[in-house]
């Protein structure tokens, strides 16, 4: 399997990890603005963007091994959605490994259950895997629509998703199935106490796929993680209220290069 990296920019390691049916190039101009403190690896998933599909990455572990191999020891990992579960699950394989985590939409669960009311319904969740069977093009457009929901700059946002989707090929069905099996699957709650690093939790006051209250949850089973919460944003905070976002970003990565130095 070949997986895609971007590397680029100067300073600490950092690797970004992208959504469900998105890539690397998801990031748009944040991307500049990391670049000029950080040296960025930018990761498409497998089978998303222009990394190749590879079976054996059909569960979140065997994904996180998967992307292991870009991982730099020392590298902080900012995750969004789907890539925060992947950032999670590597710190999870490789404690001492990784410098800090940033979660950004991430959830312990992305699926509710009984025990777990801060998730998708499982017959919404349910009803994209079978729509990704009849139209998957539609499905992840559906999908788009979803992450851009409630945002202050819903439109806007979305128009940006709608751009840049297509940029580095479309993604392989394969990857979209799995990755929704992924979601419907991993629950993390029970090793977040086990996953020693700094944290920073973002969350979106209105995200409709990843709800604030999992994102609380999920910071309070961290031992040492910070939660924030962007107002009027929903699921992609970093594209609707960019420069609010980056400058959280830099301090808590600013403050753990100088931890980590020291």
């Given at each position: 399997?070949?997986?895609y990296?971007?590397?680029r920019?100067?300073g ?5 990890l992208h ?8 990031w748009?101009?944040?991307?500049d ?12 998933l ?6 190749d ?6 569960d979140?572990?065997s994904?996180a091994r ?5 991982v730099?020891?020392?590298a ?9 579960m992947?950032?999670?699950?590597l710190?999870?394989q490789?404690?001492?490994?990784l410098r800090?985590?940033?979660?950004v939409a991430?959830t312990p669960k992305?699926?509710a259950?009984p025990?777990w ?6 017959d ?11 139209d998957?093009?539609?499905t992840?457009q559906n999908f ?6 409630g ?19 479309e ?9 929704l099996g ?8 029970d090793?977040?106490p086990?996953i020693a690093l700094?944290v920073l939790?973002?969350?979106g006051?209105?995200?409709r796929l990843?709800p604030?209250?999992?994102?609380r949850e ?10 924030r919460l962007?107002e009027?944003?929903?699921?992609a ?7 609010e976002?980056?400058e959280?970003?830099?301090?808590f990565?600013?403050r753990?290069a100088?931890e980590?130095?020291?």
């Amino acid at each position: 399997m070949t997986l895609y990296v971007d590397i680029r920019g100067e300073g600490p390691d950092l690797v970004l990890l992208h959504g469900w049916a998105l890539h690397g190039g998801m990031w748009g101009p944040w991307l500049d603005e990391l670049a000029q403190r950080s040296r960025l690896h930018v990761v498409d998933l497998p089978g998303h963007g222009r990394s190749d599909w590879l079976a054996a990455t059909s569960d979140l572990a065997s994904l996180a091994r998967a992307v292991f191999a870009a991982v730099p020891r020392g590298a902080a990992v900012l995750g969004w959605s789907l890539g925060g579960m992947v950032a999670l699950e590597l710190a999870r394989q490789h404690p001492g490994h990784l410098r800090a985590l940033v979660l950004v939409a991430t959830t312990p669960k992305f699926s509710a259950s009984p025990d777990w009311q801060h998730g998708m319904r499982a017959d919404v969740l349910a009803g994209f895997t079978t729509g990704l069977a009849r139209d998957y093009r539609r499905t992840v457009q559906n999908f788009l629509a979803l992450q851009a929901r409630g945002d202050d700059h819903a439109r806007e946002t979305l128009r940006l998703l709608r751009s840049r989707l297509a940029s580095h090929g479309e993604p392989d069905p394969r990857a979209l199935a799995a990755g929704l099996g992924i979601l419907r699957d991993a629950d993390l709650r029970d090793a977040l106490p086990r996953i020693a690093l700094p944290v920073l939790v973002i969350a979106g006051e209105h995200d409709r796929l990843t709800p604030p209250d999992a994102g609380r949850e999920l910071a309070s089973g961290l031992p040492e993680a910070r939660f924030r919460l962007i107002e009027r944003c929903g699921h992609a905070p970093f594209l609707s209220h960019p420069a609010e976002v980056l400058e959280e970003v830099r301090a808590f990565l600013a403050r753990h290069a100088a931890e980590g130095a020291a």
